[in-house]
């Protein structure tokens, strides 16, 4: 077993890119991706802000962020198979009839928004529920006008 800090830069590497792998191929988080690495290379211990600072240090910034872009895609990929899979929808009670099967339903739903919430907030621009269609994120200016009724004041006499 070995400590991360006793690794060299390559090996570190190694184990950052393992970790950027699982982020956009098993569609996990950096701490999941980070304790599935640890197994995987043996080592004694690792943390994931430890991987964060060696994304810093050997300049993985581009790479995080496309890992965590395609980690949103399989995401919304998996949506998409979980609302189109039926096969524990329909079950049989004790008597033999068919009957739907409510508690997979539910289930299924709770899969589906929290899923869907977790794209709202890893990416609001392209999965959040309010979408800025008209300045593109910039500051937008506001200028009041006083258009008035253009009608004078009458003045008591």
Known sequence: MANPRELSDEEKKQVL??????????????????????????????DHTTVLKWIN??????????????????????????????????????????????????????RVDARKWMLGKMQPKKYGDKIDVTSDGEKVSTTIINLGSGVKPQEDE
């Not at 970790?19 to 640890?38: D, G, H, N, Q, Y």
């Not at 329909?90 to 008597?95: A, E, R, T, V």
């Open 17 to 46: 890119e393992y970790v950027l792998e699982e982020i956009a191929l098993s569609s996990v988080s950096l701490r999941k991706a980070t304790r599935i690495a640890l197994g995987h290379f043996k080592l004694d211990s690792l």
């Open 57 to 110: 240090h050997f300049d993985y910034s581009n790479q995080y962020a496309s890992a965590r872009e395609t980690r949103a895609e399989n995401i919304f990929e998996e949506i998409i198979d979980i609302v189109d899979c039926e096969d524990h929808d329909m079950g049989i009670d004790d008597n033999g009839n068919p009957r739907v099967n409510h508690d997979v339903i539910q289930r299924d739903r709770l």
